[in-house]
């Protein structure tokens, strides 16, 4: 089993930044890719920022230039830098990790439970 723990949500006025870190553990033989998805209510969760194994990234057009993605491989841990934030940034941010469990297993995909992020105007 694979868990995701993220940490690093909170309250923050419009034009501050906050960190947000997802560690995976468990039963993890290589990661593919590490992302981060958001859901603000009423609305379908999308996409925020993902990062490949080859370090490859890629951004929601929202995000673009406010929000850098990067990863600790040794730490098995992705981090999203948020700045510049904004009302509408407003979500409860998701951390995913598409990965191999094992050696020759399919890829499997995994969710965190969440963390909240509120930026007040």
């Known amino acids: 089993q694979v868990q995701l723990v993220e940490s690093g949500g909170g309250l923050v006025q419009a034009g501050g930044s906050l960190r947000l870190s997802c560690a995976a553990s468990?039963?993890?033989?290589?990661?593919?890719?590490m992302g981060w998805y958001r859901q603000a209510p009423g609305k379908q969760r999308e996409l925020v920022a993902y990062?490949?194994?080859?370090?490859?990234?890629n951004y929601a057009d929202s995000v673009q230039g406010r929000f850098t993605i990067s990863k600790d491989n040794a730490k098995n841990t992705v981090y999203l830098q948020m700045n510049s934030l904004k009302p509408e940034d407003t979500a409860v941010y998701y951390c995913?990790?598409?990965?191999?469990?094992?050696?020759?297993?399919?890829?499997?995909?995994?969710w965190g439970k969440g963390t909240l992020v509120t930026v007040s105007s």
């Open positions: 995913n990790a598409d990965l191999f469990n094992r050696l020759g297993a399919r890829s499997a995909n995994y």
């Open positions: 468990g039963s993890i033989f290589s990661i593919n890719a």
């Open positions: 990062i490949t194994s080859g370090s490859s990234t």
